[in-house]
């Protein structure tokens, strides 16, 4: 029985991730929940899972949880504070960082720092803070166990290889719903296209993430350091049918890939079960379905942010986190119509250019990067001609 | 530094092996030769890979290799049963076996019996006696690592994996140079067209039997003992391009797949070298050159050869040595224009009804069964209207 601490509870994969534990209840145990702002399925899942304690991150919502809750037998805290207490229990065995963003750092770093095993679907974790957590983890022996279909992909081809038996690894990226689009076509997209995503179904965040590439972008950056890998072995192929999730290229010669249905409920369950496969009824793999598999090289001009995401990889330090905050701040503003498409990518470009060069930052330069590059994104979002219309 | 005996060094396989030991001077000594009757290839193999012992398995051939090597220090040694000792040497690390057909079967069995390491490319050992050979290699420890592409792939996928996580294997398949044709096209081919894959360069039985598709039925019923299956764990989907070399499904419905330019160099290092992976300048898998993979069911009606291995798959015992005695018939009469094209399938399933089935067979049982499939194959081959012309 492993009891698990499901850190963004009431989120794409927050939800997902308590199916597969209802799929296995002699398996699973559901310890802590946690959510920001939902409170009204947070506390329908506390009901339903009874878990021994509940967060609610945002402080403001802590009452009206505390009070529906109050006759339940569950523990209930408010703040980031609590959430970076509760994932270090004793009866916490495996914590899923499911919480989306920069946000998700602190407690998943508290985790490392507990040398517990962590299923993680938060990237941002990684991209913002790669070096630290990774080292950290080496020091607890705290496993890391990747969420994310194309990490888990990765995850499942290495089983059994030689790390020194890599030349590279290449992540699969779907090309989002505008691939083929060129900048005169992009100008105009809206979040309501935007967020109509041909394969997955996903969190509004990750959905514009993947129709600009950051996603795949980000997703470099993270598989750089939960592989361990040099920036020249991680490189990105397009696949429209998302059936394959990402490539190994062995030192050999030698691909491995792994396949599968677009649904995040496999990943999350690998990550949950590792070592182990558990039998299931989720739908096979349908070859008639992916009669046709084609791949090509991603268009790193118009889509900047793949590039603007490759650069800050390859440039290091502190730049990737402010890559990250950049693009978590235009993409809230893409959201609300504040910025166009293009507009998110001149914006990240000026953020990493404005934001002074950290090249091994502690955990506190991480922090103070991302409010520094959050502010001066801020700043140009609100200069551009459709947040002043 | 491992020392290998290969058995059958003169075929496409054999010569392919010497190359990467030729690439690998500081891992791989040749230690054991062995051919049949091409003593020109042999001599010169001998003269530059300076073996400690050669065996010609054709006795007529002997001493003029014997001759050749005089002045040469390795011993020369004629025969079936040579090889059968050789195999079992204390200075032999591991066999490769690479000789075509039933041939192969007793050296591969009696180095299984020595409990030795072996690369094994010749599948109608596991074809013919997959039960006896699997036993005794579980009982003495020997290790038999697939050279076959689609094996190799699979046996890659299946590194670090538990083995009741598999929910099936899928073997790909070229679909040879015929894929799509009917029968009224397929009467009128002659064994030049055959001999042209479209892909791979192998030699000319393997090549016709790529032609039928028997080739892959061999595959399903090699799989099932090499990675302890049950019938129905078996499948096979036809993929043009010979990118992907197999699948492995796994219980959570998960797969795993195995890539790569279509060039036995790879699997045979991988074999040799397994569990690493050695570095080399093979080409590189190109995104550009496979951009489209295809995928689509066999056509069992028109290959019925594939239709007759599976068959004999699910029918065990002796049925399988029968199958391949009277396919091996058939393919020499295919290269001698002495068959038609549709004939194999037809003088197989006769073969396999005539021959008296036996549900366990001893190895006698099986050297019998073979006897008697070839007698009678060989019968209804001087019956084909061709070889009576």
């Known amino acids: 029985m492993k009891r698990l601490a ?114 993680l679907a938060n990237k941002e974790t990684l991209v913002v803070a790669g070096d630290l957590v990774m080292q950290r983890a080496a020091e607890t022996g705290s496993v890391i166990i990747p969420v994310d279909s194309e990490h888990s992909a990765i995850f499942q081809c290495l089983v059994g290889e030689y790390h020194e038996a890599i030349e590279k690894v290449i992540l699969t990226a779907s090309g989002g719903p505008f691939r083929g689009k060129k900048p005169n076509f992009l100008v105009n997209v809206k979040a309501s296209h935007a967020l109509q995503h041909p394969n997955w179904t996903m969190g509004a965040k990750i959905t514009i993430d993947s129709a600009t590439l950051m996603n795949k972008g980000l997703e470099m950056i993270e598989a750089k350091w939960l592989f361990g890998l040099k920036n020249e072995q991680i490189d990105v192929i397009v696949h429209p049918q998302s059936a394959v999730h990402s490539f190994v290229q062995f030192t050999d010669g030698s691909l491995k890939a792994q396949a599968g249905i677009p649904d995040m409920k496999l990943p999350i369950q690998y990550a949950l079960a590792y070592p182990q496969r ?29 590039a603007l995401a490759k650069e800050a990889m390859f440039k290091g330090g502190n730049t990737p986190c402010v890559l990250n905050a950049a693009n978590e701040v235009t993409v809230q503003a893409f959201l609300q119509n504040r910025v166009d498409f293009l507009e998110m990518s001149d914006i990240i470009e000026k953020t990493m250019a404005k934001v002074d060069f950290v090249a091994a930052p502690s955990f506190a330069d991480y922090e103070y990067s991302d409010a520094e590059a959050r502010k001066y994104a801020e700043e140009l979002v609100k200069q551009s001609p459709l947040a002043t219309h």
Chains 1, 2 share one sequence.
Request: hydrophobic share 45%; glycine share 6%.
């Open 6 to 119: 499901i850190l963004g509870s009431t989120g794409s994969i927050g939800t997902q991730a308590l199916d597969v534990v209802s799929s296995h209840p002699d398996l699973f145990r559901v310890e802590v929940l946690s959510a920001h702002s939902n409170t009204e399925l947070l506390i329908a899942q506390a009901r339903k899972y009874k878990p021994n304690a509940v967060v609610v991150t945002n402080d403001a919502k802590y009452e009206t949880v505390k009070k529906a809750l109050e006759s339940e037998p569950v523990k209930v805290f408010a703040g980031q504070a609590s959430l970076t207490e509760v994932v270090c229990w004793e009866s916490v065995d495996i914590i899923l960082g499911a919480i989306v963003g920069f946000a998700g750092l602190r407690s998943i770093y508290a985790a490392v720092d507990a040398g517990k095993r962590i299923a």
């Open 278 to 306: 558990l039998p299931n009824t989720f739908k096979r793999y349908d070859f008639k379905e992916f009669a046709n598999l084609t791949f090509e090289e991603p268009d790193y001009k118009t889509f900047r942010n793949l």
